[in-house]
């Protein structure tokens, strides 16, 4: 089963992306398990699913049960509706008057954090003689999006007395969750106490939930009614998490095949401003594979890749479509083996922490950035 995205029929010749559709059902049942068993999931497939492909990463979630998807954009949602996914799609960014029409067509969720959201959606839904759903968005202590907690009470009450809108649920969205607990504190006690105003004024806050995959790790906000997870989803986790063992699994790979295999002879030099210099006669691949796909100038003369089950570096500068490995004691490689820049080849393993710390980034900024002219081959979907 393939998306947008996907590789035509055939093997691909130059690079591509493994997705393990097994890997992301094992992560949904294990983020549940995190979360205490109890809670609804809001899957975040923002960000094309951090790289991993949007429409397929959702048909497999909806399949596995999950509640509600999530996205950052309209657009994004609109492409999960067109694909045929039916279920609810919260949008957690704002949106403009010009999308109003197309989120009350599409039936999304879209979050309201001011009056003039809120009349924007109204004008919209009264023109299609249709009820929106939205959620409220409360800032907490991140200062991005959201009303304060001072507002929120008389904003959701506006919205509660619409008979164009429906509160379907509150939220708020932690700034440090597992990097500093006294801070998460504050956060989630000011969302508990917005709720309670909201209760005792009458108003039904819907779905609460405050905690994505950092929250879930750390224990935060234990008296939600779900959770948001993103890059757990994936196999991926925090920075701060790295060295527990939570039984996530990886679900990306990044493959490639060579496209040349030469000798550079003693001396000479490669690729654009000659960065990298063989002191001595050194066997090269050319992967086609650079930064007009997601593999930034960060890793000139900088980083790994696997071919045969051996490390080999690589050199030279990186260009738009292009990069080259120095193949060392691994000389016997031929036009048919796969070099792995992301992902396990006998035993061996190269991690998104791993190239993340290479860009001196996270690891979800590097799946994130694979660009969608690298075709998905997703497994098991």
Same mark, same amino acid.
């Given at each position: 089963?393939?998306? @947008?995205? @996907?590789?035509?029929?055939?093997? /691909?010749?130059?690079?591509w992306?493994?997705?393990?559709? !097994?890997?992301?059902?094992?992560?949904?049942?294990?983020?549940?398990?995190?979360?205490?068993?109890d809670?609804?999931?809001?899957? $975040? $497939?923002?960000a094309?699913?951090?790289?991993?492909?949007?429409v397929?990463a959702?048909?497999?979630?909806?399949?596995?049960?999950?509640?509600?998807?999530?996205?950052?954009?309209?657009?994004?949602?609109?492409?999960?509706?067109? @694909?045929?996914?039916?279920?609810?799609?919260?949008?957690?960014?704002?949106?403009?008057?010009?999308?109003?029409?197309?989120? =009350?067509?599409?039936?999304?969720e879209?979050?309201v954090?001011?009056?003039?959201?809120?009349?924007?959606l109204?004008?919209?839904? #009264? !023109?299609a003689?249709?009820?929106?759903?939205?959620?409220?968005?409360?800032?907490?202590? &991140?200062?991005?999006?959201?009303?304060? /907690?001072g507002?929120?009470?008389? &904003?959701?009450a506006? =919205?509660?007395?619409?008979r164009q809108?429906?509160? =379907?649920?509150s939220?708020?969205?932690?700034? #440090?969750?597992?990097?500093?607990d006294?801070?998460?504190? $504050?956060?989630?006690?000011r969302?508990?106490?917005?709720?309670?105003a909201?209760?005792?004024?009458?108003v039904?806050?819907?779905?609460?939930?405050?905690?994505?995959?950092?929250?879930?790790?750390?224990?935060?906000?234990?008296f939600a009614?779900? $959770?948001? /997870?993103g890059i757990?989803?994936y196999?991926?986790? /925090?920075?701060? %998490? %790295?060295?527990?063992?939570?039984?996530?699994?990886?679900?990306?790979?990044?493959k490639?095949?060579?496209?040349?295999?030469?000798? &550079?002879?003693?001396?000479?030099?490669?690729?654009?401003?000659?960065?990298?210099?063989?002191s001595?006669a050194?066997?090269?691949? +050319?992967?086609?594979?650079?930064?007009g796909?997601?593999?930034?100038?960060?890793?000139?003369?900088?980083?790994?890749v696997?071919?045969?089950g051996?490390?080999?570096?690589?050199?030279?500068?990186?260009?738009?479509?292009?990069?080259? =490995? !120095?193949l060392?004691?691994?000389?016997?490689?031929t036009?048919?083996?796969?070099?792995?820049l992301?992902g396990?080849?006998?035993g061996e393993?190269? +991690? @998104?922490?791993?190239?993340? %710390?290479e860009?001196?980034t996270?690891?979800?900024?590097?799946t994130? !950035?694979?660009?969608?002219r690298?075709p998905?081959?997703?497994?098991?979907?």
């Amino acid at each position: 089963m393939t998306d @947008a995205d @996907a590789a035509p029929p055939g093997s /691909p010749h130059r690079a591509w992306i493994e997705v393990d559709h !097994a890997a992301i059902r094992h992560n949904l049942a294990r983020v549940r398990e995190l979360s205490g068993g109890d809670k609804q999931v809001i899957a $975040v $497939v923002k960000a094309n699913a951090y790289g991993h492909g949007a429409v397929a990463a959702s048909r497999t979630l909806e399949a596995a049960g999950v509640e509600r998807l999530a996205v950052a954009t309209v657009g994004e949602a609109l492409e999960l509706r067109a @694909a045929g996914i039916g279920l609810p799609i919260l949008v957690l960014w704002g949106i403009g008057a010009p999308e109003a029409a197309a989120v =009350v067509d599409a039936d999304l969720e879209v979050i309201v954090y001011d009056l003039r959201s809120v009349e924007q959606l109204e004008a919209a839904a #009264a !023109a299609a003689g249709r009820r929106a759903s939205v959620q409220l968005k409360v800032d907490t202590g &991140l200062g991005r999006q959201g009303v304060t /907690p001072g507002e929120a009470v008389e &904003l959701a009450a506006r =919205v509660s007395r619409s008979r164009q809108l429906r509160l =379907v649920g509150s939220f708020s969205h932690l700034a #440090a969750a597992g990097e500093d607990d006294a801070y998460t504190e $504050v956060q989630v006690l000011r969302l508990a106490q917005t709720l309670d105003a909201m209760r005792s004024a009458g108003v039904d806050p819907g779905l609460v939930h405050v905690s994505g995959t950092g929250g879930i790790l750390a224990g935060a906000g234990s008296f939600a009614d779900a $959770v948001r /997870p993103g890059i757990g989803l994936y196999g991926l986790v /925090p920075g701060w %998490a %790295a060295d527990r063992d939570l039984g996530l699994r990886p679900a990306l790979s990044l493959k490639a095949l060579p496209l040349r295999i030469f000798d &550079l002879p003693a001396g000479e030099a490669l690729s654009y401003g000659l960065r990298f210099r063989a002191s001595r006669a050194t066997r090269i691949a +050319t992967l086609g594979i650079g930064y007009g796909d997601g593999w930034p100038r960060a890793h000139t003369n900088n980083g790994r890749v696997l071919v045969r089950g051996r490390s080999v570096p690589v050199v030279g500068t990186i260009s738009m479509d292009g990069l080259t =490995v !120095a193949l060392g004691e691994a000389d016997d490689v031929t036009y048919g083996d796969e070099f792995v820049l992301i992902g396990e080849q006998q035993g061996e393993r190269i +991690t @998104a922490d791993e190239i993340a %710390a290479e860009r001196r980034t996270i690891n979800y900024e590097v799946t994130t !950035a694979l660009r969608r002219r690298l075709p998905r081959l997703h497994i098991g979907a």
